[in-house]
């Protein structure tokens, strides 16, 4: 319906149909997403023309069984878009000019060149993600039909709208500002100019939930497998949940003792030690990995997800135990564009629920998350008398002053009184 508004098609008009489709297929939509559209359009047509014969309306407003069918061979018959088009009276009744090229939307384009520039920089799917949806936000607050036509006083009145009428947080209001200053260097080509008068919330300080070891240990009981060996490398390890869920088998090395962990925040690499107390449990999981791995090449899958294009320098990698999930997901992924089946890691809602339930069994008063056994492995080492330039490097922290919050989660253990080291 929206289509057939936007391009001036009459919605029960059959010829609208492989238009439609022709518009999906600019959009990047797969085989599966355009089967399904062209089924749910056939309902609609269905329902119309049932009720248009047992009506008094015009019969011209309403297409026939005939005409229906007609409309249900064009997904299958790429071609018949073409023909449409070539016919004398395709669509000349609805709009004016060349039926089979309607204009492209200049925000839909916009929302690409954003993706390619994010793609090319290689941030994550979560950036592509939030940048995307504060680009969409603030087409729909400014009603502009171009966004290259918009401008600062755009930008600031949005912002301004977000801090008074939404009454976002200071996080939130930051996170809308980098996206739109992304939007406008990378996409626009504008130079995003300076944002006086704006009414933003200030950032307060946050001093981060730590457990103590007990409370760690309690955790762990009530937690089964793999969700407890997941718990334990977030705190032995001091790694973010994406990182932990992330690793592949290639990621241990267990003759020198150290855990990989790549494409970290950043895509940054980094190096921590493995916990030795770890190892007979970290052997016992990549057993079952091994085990599992066998089972699906038996089946015949296609492998596990990679990442970027490593799977067409390599063909073979997703297959191979080395690339394998070392949390692998229970079930294998169904791809309906290409039939492939292949295998993802463990899912990061599955592990959050399996932790509110262990905080909620070991009675905690803490408001408790995955990134909480981060903290407190940070906030632990600090207590141990450790460096914090070494803390920050287990952490993959780019700045110190990241690390230095953690100097407020333990009590300081450094002596008051001034005193020269000659003294010592």
């Not at 007979?280 to 089972?295: G, I």
């Not at 990134?371 to 600090?382: D, P």
Request: glycine share 4%; charged share 20%; hydrophobic share 35%.
């Amino acid at each position: 319906m929206d289509f057939c508004a936007k391009y001036g098609f009459e919605p029960y008009d059959p010829q609208s149909l492989p238009h439609f489709i022709q518009k999906l297929q600019s959009k990047n939509q797969g085989h599966f997403q355009q089967q399904q559209a062209t089924e749910a359009v056939h309902i609609y047509l269905e329902i119309s023309s049932a009720e248009s014969a047992n009506s008094e309306k015009d019969p011209h407003s309403h297409f026939s069984g005939g005409q229906v069918a007609e409309a249900k061979s064009t997904f299958h018959n790429p071609s018949a878009a073409q023909a449409a088009d070539e016919r004398p009276d395709a669509g000349s009744a609805h709009v004016a000019g060349p039926a089979s090229s309607p204009v492209e939307d200049p925000w839909q384009a916009a929302i690409q060149s954003l993706a390619n520039a994010i793609r090319i920089r290689h941030y994550s799917k979560k950036t592509l993600k939030s940048y995307t949806n504060w680009v969409y936000k603030l087409k729909s607050y400014s009603q502009i039909q171009d966004p290259q036509a918009l401008t600062m006083a755009n930008v600031k009145s949005f912002l301004t709208f977000l801090a008074v009428e939404k009454n976002m947080s200071a996080s939130s209001q930051n996170l809308a500002f980098n996206a739109l200053l992304f939007f406008f260097r990378h996409v626009l080509g504008q130079e995003f100019g300076p944002i006086d008068g704006v009414v933003r919330a200030k950032q307060k300080p946050y001093i981060p939930v730590v457990l103590t070891r007990e409370e760690i240990d309690n955790v762990i009981q009530h937690l089964t497998s793999p969700f407890d060996l997941v718990v334990q490398l977030l705190y032995g390890c001091g790694l973010r949940l994406f990182e932990c869920l992330g690793l592949r088998v290639n990621a241990l090395n267990f003759d020198f003792g150290v855990l990989t962990i790549h494409d970290g925040n950043g895509k940054k690499d980094r190096t921590v030690p493995l916990p030795q107390t770890l190892v007979p449990q970290l052997n016992m999981q990549l057993e079952k990995v091994k085990e599992l791995h066998t089972k699906d090449l038996e089946t015949g899958y296609d492998g596990v997800f990679m990442f970027d294009n490593i799977e067409n320098k390599y063909p073979n990698s997703p297959r191979e135990f080395v690339w394998q999930w070392f949390f692998p997901a229970t079930y294998l992924t169904h791809i309906p564009e290409t039939g492939q089946r292949r295998r993802y890691h463990l899912h990061e809602a599955q592990v959050q629920k399996a932790i509110r339930y262990a905080v909620q069994k070991a009675q905690i008063p803490k408001r408790v998350s995955s990134h909480t056994f981060r903290h407190s492995f940070a906030s632990h080492l600090l207590q141990a008398n450790y460096d914090i330039r070494t803390i920050q490097e287990l952490l993959g922290h780019s700045d110190v002053r990241t690390t230095m919050i953690y100097t407020h989660t333990v009590k300081s253990q450094t002596h008051k009184e001034a005193k020269s080291p000659l003294d010592f």
